[in-house]
């Protein structure tokens, strides 16, 4: 099945809503091109399942937290469960993707998930880049495109999929580094909720005169460890992504509606038109009046 959508869906918690496919074989095949999405972006989400890319050709700018790098043609990237990421192109690519639940292993409680899915969904690995020039890695990259390559096949391939889904897995939790030390993501998962709520309260309130105080009480922390959370999470403070937030629904409604731009800044929360539309070209490069043409 190959997504069509060239923007992405999630819910206020930043979840990504994948297609819908059969329940009991929950696994998803992706073929895109980032630079085909909405401002060439394939913007934070998350999703309880794995996914691991490969970029086939061009590259792709990846974010996870406040890590940056790049992915070049032959790379590969593995992201662990509930990790916020997104991506971006400079250009055209192809990177196709895969996203799977890890019950297509087997029960929650069976002996292969207890001892070899597990350790990892509870690590503090949030990604892994997956070099060609790595052996293992390597051997994982050559195991994903024997996986693409059926999905590219007419007909249903589930039983050889999961031969080589297991076969993937075999490889990265043989390689993969479980430290002793390593303790479970119980403090990564608290932050992500307590984003995730300020998002919310954002998403609920980005229309009123909300203040960085007003964010952090949403999940009683301080003004501080807001910044933290947001910075540890996506890499911008609070305030950034309430302004982005009001600039993305304002362009919305600038494509939906008839209202002035007037309106449509008073109605997002900005006070001042002026700096609406001075935020508004600095994010979008170009006007809200050329968005609108240009959109239209």
């Known amino acids: 099945?190959?997504?069509?959508?060239?923007?992405?869906?999630?819910?206020?918690?930043?979840?990504?809503?994948?297609?819908?496919v059969s329940s009991d074989f929950p696994f998803y095949y992706f073929l895109e091109n980032v630079w085909e999405f909405d401002f060439h972006c394939i913007t934070w989400h998350w999703h309880p399942e794995i996914e691991i890319i490969y970029v086939q050709n061009g590259s792709v700018d990846c974010y996870i937290g406040t890590e940056k790098f790049v992915l070049s043609k032959g790379y590969g990237l593995f992201v662990n469960s509930g990790v916020l990421h997104r991506y971006?192109?400079?250009?055209?690519?192809?990177?196709?993707n895969i996203v799977f639940a890890t019950r297509v292993f087997g029960e929650a409680q069976s002996r292969i998930i207890t001892k070899y899915v597990k350790p990892i969904l509870d690590s503090n690995i949030s990604f892994q880049i997956l070099s060609p020039h790595i052996e293992w890695q390597n051997n994982i990259l050559n195991t994903l495109k024997k996986i693409f390559e059926?999905?590219?096949?007419?007909?249903?391939?589930?039983?050889?999929?999961?031969?080589?889904?297991?076969e993937l897995w075999k490889i990265f939790y043989d390689n993969i580094q479980l430290k002793s030390e390593?303790?479970?993501?119980?403090?990564?998962?608290?932050h992500r909720s307590q984003l995730q709520i300020m998002m919310q309260f954002i998403h609920s309130n980005y229309n009123k005169n909300i203040t960085l105080s007003d964010i952090a009480s949403a999940v009683y922390i301080s003004k501080n460890s807001a910044l933290q959370v947001f910075q540890k999470g996506i890499n911008i403070s609070p305030i950034s992504y309430l302004i982005q937030y009001r600039l993305a629904r304002a362009a919305d409604l600038l494509l939906s509606t008839d209202k002035t731009i007037?309106?449509?800044?008073?109605?997002?929360?900005?006070?001042?038109?002026?700096?609406?539309?001075?935020?508004?070209?600095?994010?979008?490069?170009?006007?809200?009046n050329d968005y609108r043409t240009r959109k239209s």
Do not use: W
């Open 182 to 190: 390593y303790q479970p993501k119980s403090r990564e998962n608290l």
């Open 88 to 96: 971006e192109a400079k250009d055209n690519n192809l990177m196709p």
């Open 262 to 288: 007037t309106s449509i800044a008073l109605e997002t929360g900005f006070e001042n038109v002026g700096y609406f539309c001075r935020k508004f070209k600095e994010h979008y490069l170009m006007t809200a």
């Open 1 to 20: 099945m190959i997504k069509q959508t060239l923007k992405t869906i999630t819910d206020e918690s930043y979840q990504e809503k994948l297609p819908n």
């Open 150 to 166: 059926l999905q590219n096949q007419n007909g249903s391939f589930e039983f050889e999929t999961l031969i080589n889904l297991f």
